[in-house]
């Protein structure tokens, strides 16, 4: 039995890498993934869209993770295994492009000279030691630097420009290899996230949109003020919020969020996402005295501030204040009462209690906790809540995003020099011959033959125009 051949194995592997068939199956299988990607929500709206489908689909697009699909192992393996792809076709070509970007050709060659335009030939009055340095001068401005031989009887030039064009491609590859190596290094460190922040109110904890899970930031935001204007007909026109960013107890940065203008606060950017009402601190009530009949006013009570009882034997206090008590049982507070004759006493008082009494036993509100009037000889009643606003901000951290706009710009630079820029190498041959000289421009391009034509016929012109001055 033969061994086996590590080094055949790693040709083979090689070969498979560096080979374009992958990049542009691998492409391909992107395109197609990123349309299931497009058409199938993702994350948190793929509850929505679950809820339409059947459960056995459900499983399968689960098992594919096909509605979290940027996150999932086999996108991030596709993702990196073009980038693997990329570094070896760049390292396998780029021998040769290093060969043509350092070929030093002769001057005195005379191949491209053959078949060249009669236009590009003319001849001058004198000897070529007197037109040297004009010539020389003129292919200088042009090329830049330029070198020089003599031969019996001739006198050869030779200037190129814009080598690194050899290199443009490169610079393509890696512009894509830096905007890959951005989307992979935002899938892992990267979150998208939202909160809820009360008008008034600080937090320092967001909820990742993808499992829900709670994360803890590393500084606080305040909700300082929240506005919202409406057009005639009730509609949101525009809604933002002024907020102040904490850390280590200071107020760092402050700014204003709208809708399409975010703040982005140690790499973590809050959007402008929505915004709503709940509950507030102030709650409206009444308290009846059945001794006597005596019904007191409204009171409008803070939550958490303790305010005397009518007859002075006690007081109360707003304990807990919930807009929907349970989903179902409506506006509701808590109300604790102290007084120095008995223990504290809990209760919850609705504000539909006559609706609640309708739909659930009579018996339910017999129980002390559910009992407006668990503390004798008093009665609550509740009036309202005052609401307040909250704004509602998707916050995204994406870590990736500098190295994503890096490539970006790259890519335009290296599209331009692959597609518009090409390597000209010029010649030019004094030849001498009775009193006059006779000047032959040649020249070739790795590409766009068409423009190298153009500029030979220029060069040539000025080269007419220097040695007839």
Request: proline share 5%; glycine share 8%; aromatic share 10%.
């Amino acid at each position: 039995m033969k061994g086996f051949n590590t080094e055949k194995s790693a040709n083979v592997l090689w070969r498979f890498l560096s080979s374009v068939k992958l990049t542009i199956a691998l492409l391909i299988i992107l395109a197609v993934t990123s349309i299931f990607g497009t058409v199938i929500p993702q994350q948190e709206g793929a509850m929505e869209f679950a809820q339409r489908l059947s459960p056995s689909l459900v499983r399968l697009l689960g098992a594919l993770q096909l509605f979290d699909m940027y996150h999932s192992l086999w996108f991030r393996l596709l993702i990196g295994t073009l980038a693997l792809n990329l570094i070896v076709c760049s390292l396998e070509r780029l021998p040769a492009s290093l060969k043509r970007f350092r070929a030093r050709p002769r001057p005195d060659r005379a191949k491209p000279f053959e078949d060249q335009a009669p236009h590009r030939h003319f001849e001058v009055n004198g000897r070529i030691p007197d037109i040297t340095r004009p010539v020389a001068r003129v292919l200088k401005r042009h090329c830049g630097t330029i070198e020089m031989k003599e031969t019996e009887g001739s006198q050869w030039f030779y200037g190129q420009k814009a080598r690194y064009a050899h290199f443009g491609v490169y610079l393509v590859h890696f512009s894509v290899l830096l905007i890959l190596i951005g989307g992979i290094i935002g899938s892992f460190l990267g979150f998208e996230a939202y909160v809820n922040i009360p008008e008034g109110e600080t937090v320092n904890v967001v909820r990742v949109r993808a499992n829900q899970a709670p994360k803890a930031l590393s500084f606080m935001v305040h909700c300082e003020n929240f506005a919202v204007d409406f057009y005639e007909n009730g509609a949101p026109k525009e809604y933002r919020s002024d907020l102040s960013f904490i850390s280590n107890g200071k107020v760092i940065q402050k700014g204003t969020i709208l809708v399409n203008h975010p703040i982005t606060f140690k790499g973590i950017t809050f959007y402008q996402s929505s915004y709503g009402t709940i509950p507030g601190d102030k709650v409206h009530l009444r308290v009846s005295q059945k001794v006597g009949g005596a019904e007191i006013s409204p009171f409008e009570v803070e939550k958490g501030l303790s305010v005397n009882l009518p007859g002075n034997d006690g007081q109360f206090r707003v304990v807990e204040v919930e807009g929907n008590l349970r989903g179902m049982m409506g506006p509701a507070v808590l109300i604790s009462v102290v007084s120095s004759s008995s223990e504290e006493t809990r209760f919850w008082v609705f504000q539909d209690i006559e609706a609640l009494r309708k739909r659930f036993p009579p018996v339910m509100f017999q129980s002390p906790i559910l009992n407006p009037s668990s503390f004798k000889p008093y009665t609550f009643f509740l009036d309202g809540i005052e609401s307040k606003y909250y704004t509602g901000l998707q916050v995204n951290r994406d870590p990736g995003v500098p190295l994503v706009w890096v490539g970006f710009s790259l890519i335009i630079a290296g599209l331009f020099v692959t597609f518009f820029i090409s390597h000209r190498r010029v010649w030019i041959q004094l030849s001498q011959g009775k009193g006059t000289v006779r000047i032959s421009v040649a020249g070739k391009a790795n590409k766009n033959p068409v423009g190298l034509e153009k500029e030979l016929d220029q060069l040539t012109q000025r080269l007419r125009r220097a040695l007839e001055r």
